[in-house]
């Protein structure tokens, strides 16, 4: 839900304000034009005029971060290109009286909805993007399982991972398939049954690439399935050489560096103790 209203905002921000030229390289303070509306105002070869907000921009590397709307002025390019013609509140005033233009379109108010929503918008989008993940981040480091369900790929990857470990020391016992089924429906959210389990047991690939378990996956569900693989690997209070070789190596593929594997082993340790094993 953080990231829709991350993409919302930021969005909203660029499309309810985007600067009338591209200034791809450009970061300062900047005066831009804003199309407004077509006028009934006729100008050269008898082509309306269109009216632009006049805007004073702070804009970084060309994207308006902040807008200040200061007046009007007519344009004969739609607002494309400046100078336009200036248009005091006076004229502007006549110019709506006498219907050349539109009734509805009311006078800048630069301390409006419209101009907060510019100014801060982005910042506010950027700032609530950082505090998605910074708070993923810490569920992750204390081990907090996820509210909803994980991608059903990615807990089927997770739970492969754990029928390999499990067979390491080469037979997986009734016991260590339940225990299995435990600790994928607590860490992905989703449930297996033994059938289901068994069939992977016996697909195992001994030889398997470790770098291939990650393919897709994010941290978070990379650190879930090293959390299970050892969780499994060390259910009995000691650990085979074959599973911690396989624990290792799936790390390593997985990316995930010595000081992170020692945290997850530390969760699966507490993870242990709570089920009294």
């Known amino acids: 839900m953080t990231i829709k209203i991350f993409l919302a905002a930021f969005f909203m921000g660029i499309w309810s304000g985007a600067p009338a030229q591209a200034h791809a390289d450009d970061t300062g303070f900047f005066n831009d034009l804003a199309f407004v509306a077509q006028t009934r105002i006729a100008g050269p070869a008898q082509h309306d005029l269109a009216l632009c907000h006049t805007t004073y921009d702070f804009r970084l590397l060309g994207l308006a971060v902040t807008r200040q709307l200061t007046g009007f002025a007519l344009s004969i390019d739609d607002c494309q290109s400046l100078p336009g013609l200036p248009l005091t509140t006076d004229e502007f005033l006549a ?3 006498l219907g050349l233009i ?5 006078l800048p108010d630069q301390s409006g909805w419209q101009s907060w929503l510019h100014q801060y918008g982005v910042w506010a989008a950027v700032g609530l993007a950082m ?6 981040r810490m569920k992750a480091l204390l081990g907090i399982e996820p509210a909803s369900r994980l991608r059903k790929m990615a807990a089927k990857r997770i739970l492969s991972a754990m029928c390999h470990v499990s067979k390491c020391d080469g037979t997986v016992t009734a016991s260590e398939i339940a225990l299995i089924a435990d600790t994928a429906q607590r860490l992905t959210g989703r449930v297996f049954s033994v059938s289901e389990i068994s069939q992977l047991v016996e697909q195992v690939d001994p030889v398997r690439d470790h770098v291939a378990y990650g393919h897709g996956l994010g941290d978070h569900e990379k650190d879930l399935m090293l959390r299970g693989v050892l969780s499994i690997a060390i259910a009995s209070g000691r650990i085979f050489p ?3 070789e396989f624990a290792i190596s799936l790390a390593h593929g997985l990316g995930i560096p010595a000081k992170d ?3 997850v082993l530390g ?5 242990m103790n709570t089920r009294g094993t």
């Open 267 to 271: 969760l699966a340790i507490i993870d």
């Open 242 to 244: 074959e599973a911690y």
């Open 131 to 136: 505090l998605a993940v910074v708070i993923r």
């Open 261 to 263: 594997f020692r945290r």
């Open 95 to 97: 110019a709506r009286s």
């Open 102 to 106: 539109d009734a509805s379109i009311p």
